[in-house]
Structure formats: C-alpha cells, structure tokens
Nanobody, 124 residues
Framework: VQLQACGRGLVQAGGSVRLSCAAS????????LGWFRQGPGKEREIVAL??????FRDYGDSVKGRFTISRDKSTVYLQMNSLKPEDTAVYYC????????????????????WGQGTQVTVSS
C-alpha cells in the first residue's frame, strides 16, 4: 500500500485544518493507522492513533481535546481545531500492517508504511 497525504495549510492560531491520507494499491482495512508530526529541531512524535476497527483511538497529550482522528476503508483523517503555533510541523500518516482489530500501536517503528508528509504552519 502507498499513502498520499493531502491538506497542507497555513492557518492562524485558533483556526482549523483537516488532513487526509488516502491509500492506493489496497484498502486500509487490515491496518492500524496513525498521524505523527515532526517540528523544527524536534523528534517525530505521536499525534493520533486509531485501531483497525476504528473503535479505539488515542492522542498525544498536547493535542487531546483539539484533534480528532477518523478513518474509512481507504483514508485516514485528522481534524485539527484550536490550532496553536506549537502545532507547526510536518505531519505524516502511517500504517501498520497485520494489526489486530482493537490494537493501538505506540511504537513508531511498528509502522512500515508512511505518507510523504505535509506541512502545517500556524501563525500567531
């Protein structure tokens, strides 16, 4: 499977952006999915994770209550509200194959397929 992220944005603080990441080659029904980000001079970090079933989600502490991850058969989404300048980063979608239905995968190295990254810039 290949992942293609869309939705790069330049937005003011307090605004919203919706990212999407579409699969080509096969459906995502057997994959656990996640969004990660890497800010300037920072390590890549978890933003949001969702199970193969879609019934389980978890978020990085800095985005809880502001971001929402969702998925359908071939796309994973990240709705980002109340954006802050510290949310500025390159955002990556990723997929983990052979996921169990309820599994949430926190180890970045579990994800074997990555999108190309999309820049989100939040101005103050």
């Amino acid at each position: 499977v290949q992942l293609q992220a869309c939705g790069r944005g330049l937005v003011q603080a307090g605004g919203s952006v919706r990212l999407s990441c579409a699969a080509s080659g096969r459906a995502l029904s057997n994959y656990g999915l996640g969004w990660f980000r890497q800010g300037p001079g920072k390590e890549r970090e978890i933003v949001a994770l969702i199970s193969r079933s879609g019934g389980f989600r978890d978020y990085g502490d800095s985005v809880k209550g502001r971001f929402t991850i969702s998925r359908d058969k071939s796309t994973v989404y990240l709705q980002m509200n109340s954006l802050k300048p510290e949310d500025t980063a390159v955002y990556y979608c990723a997929a983990k194959s052979n996921a169990i239905s309820s599994g949430i995968y926190y180890n970045i190295h579990d994800y074997g397929t990555w999108g190309q990254g999309t820049q989100v810039t939040v101005s103050s």
